[in-house]
């Protein structure tokens, strides 16, 4: 590894540890180790030093080992077109039909569990637009409806109206109630474990590079 017999490029490619980083693109795992390691020198980070690199070439904080920021950095935004129709009380009958066409859109959208919007983990602390996309919870077609229906039976009603009193006070009164909701479903999130930025990052989203079958 004397730059002549072995560089440290072919070192690095024969390291069974920084192989598999190279030969997967997994940029941000060979630069964690490469900020930390005490390999060759005994200690830790020494290879930037012995390239004559700052302590923190690599992290702007060297000497922690994770930094946590808590605040109102993500925003998001919401996009819909909404309908309503409804039907007032005649004739027995009362009920409503809603449509939504929506879009959320927001920076917490990259890396998050299914049970938050909020940013569990920072791709680029410079650019937090890179986590932006469709947020979990986004749906993009939402059809509602209810109603409700008296049923005509009792006094002044179609049916039983000339029934004893007994039986009228019985059935007099009844409704019947129904309510309906479809949404279409959460967007498809496909994550690579390759890290090629923050290595705290768990995971990169996916570049769509054709249509989806």
Known sequence: MDGTTLTGSQALRRFTTTNQWIA????????????GTSALTGTNGGLLGNGRLPDNFIVVNPQFGSVALHGNNDNSI??????????RFSNGFTGQFSYTWSKDLGNSAGGNDSNSSSTATTRDPRNR????????????HQFKSN???????????AFLSNAPAWIQRTV???????IFSWLSGQP?????????????????????IGAIP
């Open 78 to 87: 919401y996009h819909a077109l909404q309908t309503e129709i409804k039907k």
């Open 24 to 35: 997967n693109g997994d940029v941000a795992s060979f630069a964690n180790w490469l900020n």
């Open 172 to 178: 007099e009164g009844w409704e019947v109630s129904g």
């Open 129 to 140: 637009n890179l986590q932006r996309g469709l947020i979990f919870f986004d749906r993009t």
């Open 147 to 157: 109603g409700t229906w008296a049923l005509p039976f009792g006094p002044n009603r």
């Open 188 to 208: 498809l999130t496909f994550t690579s474990p390759i890290k090629t930025l923050a290595f705290r990052a768990n995971s990169n989203t996916a570049d769509q």
